[in-house]
């Protein structure tokens, strides 16, 4: 958060105990900002903000305080003399109703450096909250801004006795202990009773229409590439959503159908200098979910396309005149990508009122050619740090508007963890914050469930949810050192954490992961020595999709916790147990697999194994996913283009094996473990994954 124009403050003298920095930090001195506090010229005009009886400050967005950088708020900006070499501590009482949030901020300045942050954030009944900060010393250090923020359109958040309190640095502690060799845990997995199947549908991929889809279709050859077909093959991908991203709002689908030699060349979406020849479209990618087994989601152009053009793209799948469908029916129709976004690249950013009239048109006329195909709208809750839709009402907006037309709401609200930049940052504190993050998303789809509920009741229960892109993502600048470490062990982690959860969500029908294939940094299929490869992220996946049973169990872990600050667009997490499981059975009972992701980055874990309900396993095989440290991975690279220059890439602590990248730095075993009894141990190794298969499941 930017907040500019702002009081300096004079220097204070802090050789001694720790003293209060925020001036007027109780309101009491009233004023319009309060006296102390300055209000940036820039935002003033998307909110109110008045002084309540008993010193509370009430700040009241309006529907010009979308979410972005620099929301209604005031600051007090302190000298570097006060913070620098500090243990800072800011407290306040905080909390909002009616859609706002609360946010009471500190942001330490640094030259040549993203600032340091701390957030205190609050959306229902007022409580105290505190956090800390230690602010190294030196001279880069240019001074600090506190801040009290509201977010969202609506709603009013309150603020009472905001300080911060400066003491000495502590005094150079001796050095940590070393991480323990193994932590304990207890798995305990109720074997009796399915909670749900789980969906095919959330195992599916995204391909890019552009450059050939990212090399999937060999324009000399006139053929899918092999060694990606393969590889996408053995996968287990169910569902390949076309034509990918932010590409969907700018695609006309007649320009990629009938003979190659008449197709046509157009800029990638409106405004832009590339342009690439339509050669991969409609047929090739029917033909290619064809070849690996998957159905296809189409993304129909809501941005500048028409409810004629999607109702003709309908009619063309399933075969013009009558004739035979060309390569299997679609069924799961998504009606645009992200139009929330303010500066969408398409260039159809749209308001909730007129995307959802959109919706409506585009599904009825979808619907009069093909009555069975399913319909999904697009949608965001903006939750935490990561707030990227423009409009905290559009999913209440679509809902109560188009509701009754569609058959899922698609989110994509599962990137992490998002560093940008991130030189100053500690790798491994980023990797922690990325495996913490499951657990707001899957709090964010329970959220946006509850949203289906509250504004369609007519279609609770009718109306599913899906996350048609998601995926580990650090960065998409090149000078970023982060920007390629989304293919690492530590992604793999991510990758089957948050397959887990999304098995865990009741209302989940469809996931794709973003994407399948690329010679850059976001493909799970890379290129390494001239050789399309799979990395660590597709072996994860695999793992899941290929291994795991469809009946959901329930089960319960027993293991040490660990928190994480402010990183990225990850909000600081509490309570996040080192150790996520995820249980299956097959449908005759025999057979039951258990996921364990080890979220250690030093220590085993020892899991105790508990099947509740069985007596034990005729065999038990286990296949561990595996490598040295976080960032190792198989050494797929990065395109070279001519004028680009990428980054040297951050190593994860002094063992960091990032620039080692290559064959045999990620390690598949797999080991037959013989019979087990009704309780079974296991070691999973550092930031690894281990699944379990039980066969022959006896039972008392």
């Known amino acids: ?43 003033a005009g998307k909110g109110s903000l008045r002084i309540l009886p008993g010193g509370v400050l009430e700040l009241s967005p309006n529907g010009r305080n979308t979410p972005g950088p620099q929301p209604y708020a005031i600051g007090q900006l302190l000298p570097a003399e006060a913070v620098r070499g500090r243990r800072l501590t800011l407290e306040a009482t905080l909390g909002a109703e009616g859609g706002a949030t609360a946010v009471v901020g500190l942001a330490v300045l640094r030259r040549g450096a993203e600032p340091l942050f701390v957030t205190l954030r609050g959306d229902g009944a007022p409580s105290r909250r505190a956090e800390a900060l230690s602010v190294p010393d030196g001279r880069a250090i240019e001074g600090a801004i506190v801040f009290v923020a509201v977010e969202g359109t609506r709603g009013a958040a309150r603020f009472a006795s905001v300080s911060l309190a400066a003491a000495a640095a502590p005094a150079a502690a001796p050095p940590a202990a070393p991480a323990p060799a193994v932590l304990p845990a207890r798995v305990r997995v109720a074997t009796d009773t399915v909670r749900r199947q789980i969906p095919r549908g959330i195992f599916g991929t995204n391909i890019e229409v552009i450059r050939d889809a990212n090399g999937l279709w060999e324009a000399e050859a006139g053929r899918l590439q092999p060694e990606i077909t393969a590889i996408a093959r053995g996968l287990g991908i169910s569902l390949v959503r076309f034509p990918g991203g932010v590409w969907s709002d700018a695609y006309d689908w007649r320009h990629g159908i009938g003979p190659q030699s008449a197709r046509a060349t157009t800029p990638t979406h409106p405004g832009a200098t590339e342009t690439y020849r339509h050669g991969f479209g409609t047929d090739e990618a029917l033909g290619f979910a064809r070849q690996i087994g998957a159905g296809l989601l189409v993304t129909v152009n809501a941005g500048n396309g028409t409810a004629r053009m999607a109702a003709d793209w309908v009619r063309y799948v399933n075969g013009e005149g009558g004739r035979s469908p060309r390569d299997g029916r679609v069924e799961w129709w998504e009606i645009g990508n992200e139009l929330y976004i303010d500066g969408d690249a398409s260039g159809g950013h749209t308001t909730p009122e007129r995307y959802a009239d959109r919706v409506v048109e585009f599904a009825r006329a979808m619907r009069a050619v093909d009555p069975q195909i399913r319909i999904m709208a697009i949608g965001l809750r903006n939750f935490g740090r ?47 914050a990325m495996w913490a993050f499951p657990r707001q998303v899957a709090r964010n789809l329970a959220d946006t469930r509850a949203e289906i509920a509250r504004f369609a009741p007519a279609r609770a229960g009718r109306i599913a949810l899906a996350v048609t892109e998601w995926g580990p993502l ?59 490869v799979a990395n660590a992220n597709a072996e994860a996946f695999r793992m899941v999709s290929r291994g795991m049973e469809a009946g959901l169990l329930a089960t319960e872990v027993e293991v040490a916790t660990y ?65 040295e440290a976080p960032d190792a991975h198989v050494g797929t690279e990065l395109l070279r283009i001519p004028g680009l220059r990428w980054a040297e890439q951050a190593r994860a602590g002094p063992r960091g094996r990032f620039h080692l990248g290559g064959e045999g730095e990620i390690r598949l075993e797999r080991r037959e473990l013989g019979r087990s009894g009704a309780e079974t141990v296991v070691r999973v190794p550092p930031h690894a994954i281990t699944l379990l298969r039980f066969e022959g499941l006896g039972r008392p």
């Open 386 to 432: 990561y707030r990227f839709n423009a409009f905290d009402r559009w999913n209440e907006v679509v809902l109560r508007r188009a509701g009754g037309e569609i058959d899922a709401l698609a989110v994509h609200n599962a990137y992490a963890p998002l560093v940008a930049d991130g030189r100053e940052a500690d790798p491994l504190a980023v990797y922690a």
């Open 1 to 43: 958060m930017r907040i500019a124009a702002l009081v300096l403050l004079t220097a204070l003298a802090l050789a001694g105990p720790a003293r209060a920095l925020v001036a007027n930090g109780d309101f009491s001195a009233g004023g319009t900002p309060p006296a102390g506090w300055s209000l940036d010229g820039a935002v």
């Open 474 to 532: 650090f960065a998409i600048d090149p000078a970023s050192p982060w920007i390629d470490h989304a293919k690492t062990m530590g992604s793999a982690i991510y990758v089957a954490s948050i397959l887990a959860a999304f098995a865990e969500e009741p209302a989940l029908e469809v996931a794709n992961f973003f994407k399948l294939n690329e010679p850059m940094f976001m493909g799970w299929i890379g290129r390494r020595g001239g050789r399309w």
């Open 563 to 627: 928190a994480t600050r402010d990183l990225g667009f990850v909000a600081a997490t509490r309570d996040v147990p080192y150790l996520d499981a995820l249980a299956t059975r097959a449908a005759d009972g025999r057979v039951l697999t258990l996921l364990l992701v080890n979220k250690h980055p030093g220590a085993a874990i020892e899991a105790r194994i508990a099947l509740a309900g069985a007596t034990g396993a005729a065999s038990v095989t286990a296949e561990t996913l595996s490598a």
